[in-house]
Structures are given as structure tokens and as C-alpha cells.
């Protein structure tokens, strides 16, 4: 049972920085903007709050510091998707490439370097049997991915803000002509998800990891993404799915762990292809995509 509350423990943890990421990136689609750099803007903001975490011995800071430099690099996306209507997927292409280059760059004075985080248990529920180490011994931030999905869904789908989104998402054209300033409230959205990349990349290299090496996220972004599809753009789902993810990942360590004869580059390969399996059977079905996908996913708007 100790094991096995290690194993549920260890597949939170690593869902962690997926539901953030993921949650994010949902508020930017359903807002209709599609930014594929998230794995460019969590990189920097790996190295960024790695770097500000290591200096200050702050990890409250570094993770402000990974927030602030997510939202840095979904502005530079903001100022050419929305400002000059740029390619959406180019640009959110050319996004991960400018921030796998620019995290590799920063980072090469810190390769190697460690941090110590405590996680932060809960009292007493954490010492309760099983479900105190599965659960309640968590490092806050684990706690805080869970407090942010309640919040979305009650902003989606309980507030007029939400439903003002959900229509600019729906129909930017119909909101413009309604009066709603389009442009700044999918700039608000693209500022939130790049502040929640920015979140999850410093959960990376300041909780999970923790540490700097290039290339840390290791294709968390991309998954995060598939996520969004794979819920069809509903908080909840997210949820499920980056607990999914997680024990997938968690699972080839685990193999190891035991002594099963699996060579370790087919278990690493498992997420990315439990991702690639999810997106091949959610594409079986191209009218439940295009009922939940909101209508201008990925389509600029120029103001009349």
C-alpha cells in the first residue's frame, strides 16, 4: 500500500505542470486564439524561475519570475497573432523554437546547479494511512492547479465575463459589433495562459526536476496542447487528463523500478504515445470535435 500511495503521489506531481500548462492554453482557445508555443514560453520560464529561485533562495519568487517571463513571451505572441495578424500556428511555431533556443542560451551558467523545495503537507490529513501520502503531502502548488481548475470552470461557465470569452471564441465578429473590445480581451487571455505556462515551467525545474538541464521541459508543452484537444476545451476533462498523463509518465519509471525488461527508450517513448493514441481515436469522431471547438479557433480578426 506504501507503494502504491508513492505511485498516486508521484502521477500528481508529474500531471501538475500539464493541468496548469493546459489550463491556460484552454482560457487562450476558447478566447479562439491558438498559440503553439508553449513549449517555448515554459522553457523560459523554467531557466527564468530556476534562475531567480537559485539566486534568491525564493521559490515564491521564482515561480513570480517563471510567471512574469510566460507572460512575457505570450505578449511577443499577442503583439503578432493579434496586432499584426500573423500565422496563429506560425507563429506559435517560430514561439518554441525562439524559446528552446533562448532557455538554452541563459541556461548554460546554471547546468548542473540543484534546489532543495520542501513539499507542503497538509496537517494532519497528511498523516493520515494511504491517502495522506497520495494526497495531502503535496508540494502547494499542487494544490493551487486544483484551486485554478474549480475557478475556470466557475469563470466559464457562471460568470458574464466567462460568457463574454466563450462568444469572442465563438463569434469575434458578433461581440465586436456588441461592443466588447475583442482584441484586448483575447490579449487578457493570452497573458493568463502565458502566466500559467510560466507557472508550470518553474514547477518543473523548482519542484519536479529540481534543477536546469536544456531541453528540461521535454515535450510537456506539446502535450499540454493534445490535452486541450483531448478534453474537448472543458476544464474537468483537463483535469482527468493531465492525472492520465501523468501516471503514464510516472509508469515507465516504475517499470524500471521493478526489473521489467523493457529497454528504457521505449518507456520513455509512453506519453508521447499515449498522446498520440488519444488524438488518433478523439479524430475518429470529427463531429465531437467540431461541436465543442470553438468557431474561430485559430482565424484572425481585424476590427471593421
Not at 134 to 146: D, K, P, R
Not at 290 to 296: C, G, K, Q, T, V
Request: positive net charge.
Amino acid at each position: 500500500m506504501e507503494n502504491l500511495a508513492a505511485l498516486v503521489a508521484a502521477s500528481i506531481n508529474s500531471g501538475t505542470p500539464l493541468l496548469i500548462a493546459a489550463l491556460g492554453l484552454l482560457i487562450n482557445e476558447r478566447a479562439g486564439v491558438l498559440n503553439l508555443g508553449a513549449e517555448g514560453m515554459m522553457l523560459v520560464a523554467a531557466i527564468a524561475g530556476f534562475a531567480v529561485g537559485y539566486q534568491t533562495h525564493s521559490p515564491l519568487l521564482g515561480f513570480a519570475a517563471g510567471a512574469v517571463a510566460g507572460m512575457l513571451m505570450s505578449s511577443l505572441f499577442a503583439w503578432l497573432a493579434l496586432v499584426l495578424a500573423t500565422n496563429q500556428v506560425a507563429t506559435g511555431l517560430a514561439l518554441s523554437i525562439f524559446g528552446a533556443g533562448l532557455s538554452a542560451f541563459i541556461g548554460q551558467s546554471f547546468v548542473g546547479m540543484s534546489l532543495t523545495i520542501k513539499p507542503t503537507p497538509i496537517p494532519y490529513l497528511s498523516e493520515l494511512p494511504f491517502v495522506g501520502v497520495a494526497l495531502f503531502s503535496h508540494h502547494w502548488i499542487v494544490y493551487f492547479s486544483l484551486f485554478l481548475c474549480a475557478a475556470i470552470i466557475w469563470f466559464l461557465y457562471r460568470t458574464r465575463a466567462g460568457l463574454v470569452l466563450r462568444s469572442i471564441g465563438e463569434s469575434p465578429e458578433s461581440a465586436h459589433a456588441l461592443g466588447y473590445p475583442v482584441r484586448s480581451i483575447r490579449f487578457a487571455a493570452l497573458l493568463f495562459g502565458g502566466a500559467c505556462c510560466g507557472v508550470a515551467g518553474a514547477y518543473l525545474s523548482l519542484v519536479y526536476t529540481p534543477m536546469w538541464v536544456e531541453g528540461l521541459v521535454a515535450g510537456r508543452g506539446w502535450i499540454a496542447l493534445a490535452l486541450t484537444t483531448f478534453a474537448t476545451w472543458r476544464p474537468a476533462r483537463v483535469l482527468l487528463g493531465a492525472l492520465l498523463f501523468g501516471s503514464v509518465t510516472i509508469l515507465q519509471f516504475h517499470f524500471q523500478a521493478i526489473g521489467i525488461a523493457i529497454p528504457s527508450q521505449i518507456l520513455s517513448m509512453l506519453p508521447y504515445v499515449a498522446t498520440i493514441v488519444v488524438l488518433v481515436l478523439i479524430s475518429r469522431n470529427p463531429d465531437w470535435i467540431r461541436l465543442n471547438m470553438p468557431a474561430s479557433l485559430g482565424k484572425p480578426f481585424r476590427p471593421g
